[in-house]
Nanobody
Framework: QVQLVESGGRLVQAGDSLRLSCTAS????????MGWFRQAPGKERELVAV????????YVESSVQDRFTISRSHAKDTVLLQMNSLKPEDTAVYYC????????????????WGQGTRVTVSS
């Protein structure tokens, strides 16, 4: 079973930056994608960004594309979400997820989920 652990979320002010980290452990598939989703209070969970571990697919949601970057870290099975110029509307619980089929832009495509890390952006 795959375990995902997110970290990095905290209370920040508008304009600040945060870097979220997600590390997968356990029996990871040979090919997979790792994505970031977020769920704001009272809102549906939405995709923020996804990265294929093969390096052939990267997606960042259009509304945050100019501010957020998803990347692999130097650590094994770790994906980062760099968030710059944070806005109050970025406030959400951010979830890391793994798609073992190495594709997917929908939450239903992802089989494994972390517990989430909370990002709160104050004005």
């Amino acid at each position: 079973q795959v375990q995902l652990v997110e970290s990095g979320g905290r209370l920040v002010q508008a304009g600040d930056s945060l870097r979220l980290s997600c590390t997968a452990s356990g029996r990871t598939p040979s090919s997979y994608s790792m994505g970031w989703f977020r769920q704001a209070p009272g809102k549906e969970r939405e995709l923020v960004a996804v990265l294929s571990w093969s390096g052939g697919f990267v997606y960042v949601e259009s509304s945050v594309q100019d501010r957020f970057t998803i990347s692999r870290s130097h650590a094994k099975d770790t994906v980062l979400l760099q968030m710059n110029s944070l806005k109050p509307e970025d406030t959400a619980v951010y979830y890391c997820a793994l798609d073992p089929e190495d594709v997917g832009l929908a939450a239903d495509d992802y089989d494994y989920w972390g517990q989430g890390t909370r990002v709160t952006v104050s004005s």
